[in-house]
C-alpha cells in the first residue's frame, strides 16, 4: 500500500474520521487515500451507501480544505460513481477478505490505473462538466 496510508483496522479508522471530518491535511488526500477510503466504504456499507457516502463526504472535505465544487473543479459524479463500482466489482472477486486485507488489495490493484478512463469512455470525462453534476455510464465498455 502507498507509504503515507495506514496499514491496520484502527489506523484506516482514525484515517476516514479524519477525512470525514475534515481535518486530513489536503496533501495525504491522494488517489490512493481516494481508493482506500471507497474500498472501506464499499466493503463497510455495499456500493450504493458507499456512493453515498463519497459523495457527501468528498464535497465536505473539498470545502473544509478551502476548495471549491464547481462546473470545473471539486467533486464529480462520475469518476466517483465509476470508482465505486470499480471497487465493489473487485470485493465481489476477492470474497471472503478481511477489510484491512482490501483496502491494502483495492489500492495495490488500482493505484497504477489512474487512466483506466480510457478504456471505458470515449470522450474526456474528468473535464465533463456533465459528467461532474451527473452519472455517466460508460461508453466503451460495460462495468460488471
Not at 450504493?48 to 463526504?57: S, V
Not at 474528468?126 to 455517466?136: D, P
Amino acid at each position: 500500500m502507498s507509504g503515507s496510508l495506514p496499514v491496520d483496522e484502527a489506523g484506516i479508522d482514525n484515517f476516514i474520521a479524519a477525512f470525514e471530518a475534515g481535518t486530513l491535511p489536503k496533501e495525504q488526500w491522494t488517489h490512493a487515500a481516494h481508493l482506500l477510503t471507497g474500498a472501506c466504504y464499499v466493503y463497510d456499507f455495499g456500493e450504493a451507501r458507499a456512493i453515498d457516502l463519497m459523495r457527501r463526504n468528498v464535497s465536505a472535505y473539498n470545502l473544509a480544505v478551502g476548495g471549491q465544487n464547481t462546473e470545473t473543479s471539486g467533486y464529480h459524479e462520475t469518476i466517483t460513481v465509476f470508482w465505486i463500482k470499480l471497487l465493489a466489482g473487485l470485493l465481489r472477486e476477492r470474497q471472503p477478505i478481511r477489510r484491512v486485507e482490501f483496502a491494502k488489495c483495492a489500492v495495490d490493484h488500482f493505484l497504477s490505473q489512474r487512466d483506466i478512463l480510457r478504456r471505458f469512455y470515449d470522450f474526456d470525462v474528468a473535464a465533463s462538466a456533465e459528467g461532474r453534476r451527473t452519472w455517466l455510464p460508460p461508453t466503451l465498455e460495460r462495468l460488471d
